[in-house]
């Protein structure tokens, strides 16, 4: 049996039962992709605009920070793609498109709506959950998907370092092995990335570009959380994690070599980013959505709330621009396509599934730099909502990151809940206290320990990029002037995170003025007191003694 289909150009093409296209002579519609394409020569684009020019994308975790960037990215540097499909599930009442309206309302996306204001017919919304068998996709919608899509971005992934097994292992395990399922499926597919991360092999110091063996195999990991009940689950993930510091680095782990097992034949490639924060250059400056890793630790400080974090600064802080890395994982997707088909997959054995690191150690940052430019340009742009001057550092030793969090952030906030009670209000800092220390605890096998990254792979890509790639999807780490970008990265944690628009700057500056001095004056108080004691105290003795 036969349908017929009327694709975007305005052409009837006829397709099987199984969704493949049966013709082999179109010449508006390319007959591997069965979707139009713009004339990439009158265009004038570069090899990777040519690659998306006339595809059609499947995008996971596209309400996401790297979702985000990557839509964005590709509906405003490769306006010849066809159509993005994107996986959303149904949250707090809000059906998929309501969801789609809302993603779009993000400043992120203004410079896209003044390029091309037109640009939402090409988004198609896809009801669907990463966390159910099968990504919760109706069947109508998977075989749409199966018939249109060419390139596959799997970035869905929970990315909490202490999520329950039992949500973790459904959302990064068994969906990548349900979206390599339906890249099976695809009949034109070229490139399908599954985005990793730089800490999945964490127990390793040296992490090569390969897929290492998995702490657990997929199908077991898979099946045991689902047999099992949530709190025999939970008793037993210490030992399920072994030398893996957490949840999120285990599972990314085993769904590296889920998805090579499950590769075979099909154009398949690892993406493996380092600690992903704000962009750099585009499309703004400093546009960041979270609070993870080193940004929560900048807000936080930054808010006067936190005083201290255990950490070795000399150690190299692995942190790249979002935007660079949204363009390394663009171009690693051409890359994939674009790679000869292996000597083993010929012989019919498994496939050599590439793996690239993206880091930034080629232009290294340590953590105490990482520090002193956010102090500096933290300090240029106070927010007005700090409830205390700044006063942060790292501390490379537990016994004096202990003292520092008893009596510069417990004391102070019993103290102050106290206060709060006896002014009969609920008490909070001890609460906000309570959620910042299980965040550092998370951060502190990060911060303590040095990865050295192979990234030949990943470099072998860029060599291979025309100079006018190089420039639209720029991802040269050796580029980024670090100075120049922490003043940006302050500067956007104060208007997207902490919602302080610039124009109460001055406000901001008188306050901390303000609280400059109170900080100062506290100072003099607590050490002219504790001079006070030892003196007593030498008297006492003395006293005794004579």
Same mark, same amino acid.
């Given at each position: 049996?036969?349908?017929?289909?009327?694709?975007?150009?305005?052409?009837?093409?006829?397709?099987?039962?199984?969704? =493949?296209?049966?013709?082999?002579?179109?010449?508006?519609?390319?007959?591997?992709?069965?979707?139009?394409?713009?004339?990439?020569? &009158?265009?004038?684009?570069?090899?990777?605009?040519?690659?998306?020019?006339?595809?059609?994308?499947?995008?996971?975790?596209?309400?996401?920070?790297?979702?985000?960037?990557?839509?964005?990215?590709?509906?405003?540097?490769?306006?010849?793609?066809?159509?993005?499909?994107?996986?959303?599930?149904?949250?707090?009442?809000?059906?998929?498109?309501?969801?789609?309206?809302?993603?779009?309302?993000?400043?992120?996306?203004?410079?896209?709506?003044?390029?091309?204001?037109?640009?939402?017919?090409?988004?198609?919304?896809?009801?669907?959950? =990463?966390?159910?068998?099968?990504?919760?996709?109706?069947?109508?919608?998977?075989?749409?998907?199966?018939?249109?899509?060419?390139?596959?971005?799997?970035?869905?992934?929970?990315?909490?370092?202490?999520?329950?097994?039992?949500?973790?292992?459904?959302?990064?395990?068994?969906?990548?092995?349900?979206?390599?399922?339906?890249?099976?499926?695809?009949?034109?597919?070229?490139?399908?990335?599954?985005?990793?991360?730089?800490?999945?092999?964490?127990?390793?110091?040296?992490?090569?570009? /390969?897929?290492?063996?998995?702490?657990?195999?997929?199908?077991?990991?898979?099946?045991?959380?689902?047999?099992?009940?949530?709190?025999?689950?939970?008793?037993?993930?210490?030992?399920?994690?072994?030398?893996?510091?957490?949840?999120?680095?285990?599972?990314?782990?085993?769904?590296?070599?889920?998805?090579?097992?499950?590769?075979?034949?099909?154009?398949?490639?690892?993406?493996?980013?380092?600690?992903?924060?704000?962009?750099?250059?585009?499309?703004? &400056?400093?546009?960041?959505?979270?609070?993870?890793?080193?940004?929560?630790?900048?807000?936080?400080?930054?808010?006067?709330?936190?005083?201290?974090?255990? =950490?070795?600064?000399?150690?190299?802080?692995?942190?790249?621009?979002?935007?660079?890395?949204?363009?390394?994982?663009?171009?690693?997707?051409?890359?994939?396509?674009?790679?000869?088909?292996?000597?083993?997959?010929?012989?019919?054995?498994?496939?050599?599934?590439?793996?690239?690191?993206?880091?930034?150690?080629?232009?290294?940052?340590?953590?105490?730099?990482?520090?002193?430019?956010?102090?500096?340009?933290?300090?240029?742009?106070?927010?007005?909502?700090?409830?205390?001057?700044?006063?942060?550092?790292?501390?490379?030793?537990?016994?004096?990151?202990?003292?520092?969090?008893?009596?510069?952030?417990?004391?102070?906030?019993?103290?102050?809940?106290?206060?709060?009670?006896?002014?009969?209000?609920?008490?909070?800092?001890?609460?906000?206290?309570?959620?910042?220390?299980?965040?550092?605890?998370?951060?502190?096998?990060?911060?303590?320990?040095?990865?050295?990254?192979?990234?030949?792979?990943?470099?072998?890509?860029?060599?291979?990029?025309?100079?006018?790639?190089?420039?639209?999807?720029?991802?040269?780490?050796?580029?980024?002037?670090?100075?120049?970008?922490? /003043?940006?990265?302050?500067?956007?944690?104060?208007?997207?995170?902490?919602?302080?628009?610039?124009?109460?700057?001055?406000?901001? /500056?008188?306050?901390?003025?303000?609280?400059?001095?109170?900080?100062?004056?506290?100072?003099?108080?607590?050490?002219?007191?504790?001079?006070?004691? =030892?003196?007593?105290?030498?008297?006492?003795?003395?006293?005794?003694?004579?």
């Amino acid at each position: 049996m036969v349908e017929v289909l009327l694709e975007p150009c305005g052409q009837e093409v006829a397709v099987p039962e199984n969704g =493949c296209n049966l013709s082999e002579n179109m010449t508006e519609c390319s007959p591997q992709d069965n979707r139009c394409h713009t004339n990439s020569e &009158q265009l004038n684009l570069s090899p990777i605009q040519t690659f998306y020019n006339g595809q059609s994308i499947f995008v996971t975790g596209g309400t996401g920070f790297m979702g985000k960037l990557l839509i964005e990215k590709l509906l405003r540097e490769c306006p010849g793609i066809s159509f993005i499909y994107l996986l959303v599930r149904p949250k707090k009442g809000k059906d998929v498109h309501q969801r789609i309206e809302e993603l779009f309302d993000d400043p992120l996306f203004s410079k896209l709506k003044e390029m091309q204001p037109k640009f939402r017919h090409q988004i198609v919304a896809i009801a669907g959950d =990463c966390s159910l068998p099968v990504l919760g996709m109706s069947p109508t919608d998977r075989a749409m998907v199966a018939q249109q899509v060419s390139v596959v971005f799997h970035v869905a992934a929970t990315v909490r370092f202490d999520e329950k097994m039992k949500l973790a292992v459904p959302i990064n395990v068994r969906s990548p092995k349900d979206i390599i399922d339906l890249c099976k499926e695809m009949c034109y597919l070229k490139s399908f990335v599954h985005v990793s991360t730089a800490y999945a092999n964490c127990p390793y110091n040296y992490v090569e570009e /390969r897929v290492y063996d998995p702490p657990m195999e997929a199908e077991k990991l898979v099946t045991l959380v689902e047999c099992l009940d949530e709190k025999l689950v939970d008793e037993i993930t210490p030992r399920l994690l072994g030398a893996w510091p957490n949840t999120y680095t285990f599972t990314k782990a085993v769904a590296e070599s889920a998805v090579k097992n499950g590769a075979g034949d099909l154009p398949v490639g690892i993406f493996r980013p380092g600690i992903v924060i704000s962009t750099y250059k585009e499309p703004i &400056q400093g546009w960041i959505d979270n609070l993870y890793g080193p940004t929560g630790v900048a807000a936080g400080a930054g808010s006067g709330i936190l005083r201290s974090i255990h =950490c070795d600064g000399s150690m190299i802080a692995n942190v790249v621009p979002g935007d660079l890395t949204i363009n390394a994982l663009i171009a690693c997707a051409w890359d994939v396509a674009n790679r000869p088909r292996s000597t083993a997959i010929q012989e019919g054995k498994s496939n050599d599934v590439p793996v690239y690191n993206y880091v930034s150690q080629d232009n290294p940052i340590t953590y105490d730099q990482l520090k002193v430019m956010s102090e500096k340009y933290g300090l240029e742009f106070p927010t007005g909502k700090a409830i205390w001057y700044y006063s942060f550092r790292n501390n490379k030793h537990k016994i004096v990151h202990f003292f520092y969090v008893y009596f510069l952030h417990l004391l102070p906030a019993l103290l102050l809940d106290a206060a709060t009670l006896c002014l009969g209000k609920e008490p909070r800092m001890l609460k906000i206290y309570k959620k910042i220390h299980k965040f550092m605890n998370v951060l502190n096998y990060f911060t303590t320990k040095e990865w050295t990254f192979t990234n030949d792979t990943f470099k072998a890509v860029m060599n291979k990029l025309s100079p006018e790639d190089r420039e639209n999807f720029a991802c040269d780490v050796t580029q980024i002037d670090w100075d120049h970008y922490f /003043r940006t990265y302050m500067r956007g944690i104060r208007i997207y995170l902490i919602k302080d628009p610039l124009d109460t700057l001055p406000q901001a /500056r008188i306050k901390w003025q303000r609280l400059y001095w109170i900080h100062q004056a506290l100072k003099l108080i607590l050490a002219y007191g504790l001079l006070r004691i =030892c003196w007593l105290s030498i008297y006492r003795i003395s006293r005794l003694y004579a």
